[in-house]
Structure formats: C-alpha cells, structure tokens
C-alpha cells in the first residue's frame, strides 16, 4: 500500500534493518501492518458508525460518579470496537482510553494510542450533535497522529507530525487573527470535581475581553476547530490525555501554540491547556496569568 505516511511504520519496526531494505519491502510491511494514520482513521470513521448507529436509538445513561460525569452504551461499544481494532493491527502497543478497555501496562512498548471514543458525551446524551471520535498515537512524549472524527456532519480532522493537518483532505492551518480583542475562543467545563476549577472567573472575563468565548462541550473538537480557524484560542482545566493527545497535534501541524498558562509547553494530562493560534498566545496567556493571581487555580 502506497502511503506519504511511510516512515512513521519505518520508525516502529525498531530493528536494524536498513530503511533502504524496509523501503524496499514497505508493501510487505503495509499488508502485515497498517499505517498509522490511515489506521486511525479508519478506526475513528468505524467508531462513528457506531456512534450514529446509537445516536438514533433510546439511550442507557449512567454516571460514572455523583456529578455529571455520564457514560452511555455508545462510549462503551465504540471503544470496544476501537481497542480490538487497534490491537489487532498494533499488538505490541499500549492503548490508554478513557473506559478503561485499552491495555496500558500490558506492554513495554514506547508506543501509545490515546483514545477518547466519545467526546462530547453530555452532548450526545442529549441530542447536541458536537461529538466526535479522538485517536492520536505517541511515541514516547512524540506525538505522531491524531485523528478526530464527528460523525454526524461527517467532518474528519487528521493531522501526522511533519506533514501538516487536514480536514475532510483540505490543509488547514490557525486563524490569523492576531488580537485578543477580535478573537471568538472556546473553553469547557469538567464533569467531575466542579467546584474545584473555577473556570467561571476566567470564561466572564475573557467573554468580556473577545468577540465572545463559546462552550461546545468536546474538547477534542474545540482543539480542532483552533486548529481550523473557527476559533482563535482555547483553555480547559484538568483534561485527560485522551481528550487533548489528537488535538494538540492539530494545532501544532496546524502552525498554533499550545502551552500552559506560564508559557510551558503543555504535558499530556497536565493541569491546564491554553491552545492558540500562536498569534493572541502571549496575550491571552497575560490575561489568564492575571486572573490566576485573583482566582487561584490548579494552572
Ligand atoms: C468532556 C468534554 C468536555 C470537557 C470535559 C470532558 P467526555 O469529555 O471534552 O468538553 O469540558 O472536561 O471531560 O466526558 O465527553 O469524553
Ligand atoms: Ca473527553
Ligand atoms: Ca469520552
């Protein structure tokens, strides 16, 4: 199979076989394994049907705690589906995702798919058709793939690191948008301990700085939307690595600066994200640092 994706296989094969020699076998290798990109993708678009298949039909809610945090039969099915998929093709590669199916210390590879297969679920419970599939591949602190897939309007968002990011085959890069004052940003809200982050101080204030800040309610999507530029920035408390890995790819392969508040670069899972088209980064980052010193907060 012909793919511009080949050396990311290249890179997993770890032997001492020269790339030259794998080149030359890279069919081989391509039957046995699946590219990587084109492996999320077509995960997340089977993991769609799903979703779309249980969107139409009377929902089985539960909470995972005492607050809002819900999971539903099509978080479970889909990641079902996701994980075998991925097995199947990767066997030796850890899998982290967020129903807990995926086998993290099963193996010592340095190779880890972050998979959230629902993002977006209060959304989805509800019939508000922001949802999506989130895969992103990372080799050791590297992330290599990301792939994020609504389903309802079909809307697919790729990204391979070195090879810029796509949605639905179209290049995309961030916004140009290069002040605060004229930006439309996005943030969200956790499901679980709420009264902890208190993201309303920063959500008023930035409303009041911008042309308005939106809450779409999956992060995976507002990171790809930076990463388009429908929104110029994003932050969120607490996320997980599966909620963020694919996004963060996004941005980055999309020419946007993704960090915490300080001006770190942003670790997978860490307390806070700030994701900007690069542009209002410094800016955003200023105001949010000043709201901090009011509001103290896990950033
Ligand atoms: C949630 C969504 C939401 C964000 C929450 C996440 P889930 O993920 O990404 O936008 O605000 O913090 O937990 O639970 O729908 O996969
Ligand atoms: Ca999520
Ligand atoms: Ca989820």
Redesign the pocket.
Known sequence: MASRFSFLYVKDCRTSTSTRHLATNSSKIFSMHKNYLEAAVEIAQEAGKILMEEFFRPLDIRYKGDEV???TQA?KRSEKAIVSQLTKYFPEHAIAA?EGTGHESASASEFRWHV?????????AHGYPC?CVSIALAQRDTLLVAAVFNPFYNELYTAARGEGATFNGKRISVSANATLSTSLLC??????NRKLIPNLQYYGEFTQRSHGVR????????LACVASGRFDGFW?????K??TAAGVLLIEEAGGKVSDFQGQPYELGGPVILATNGLIHDEARKVALEISKRTPSPG
Do not use: I, K, Y
Request: aromatic residues 14%.
């Open positions: 945090d819900l999971v978080d967020e959230d297969p629902l993002d977006g679920t209060t959304n989805f949802f943030t969200g809200f956790p499901v679980r809450r779409d309610g999956s992060a995976a999507l507002d969120e408390f607490g996320l997980n599966w909620d």
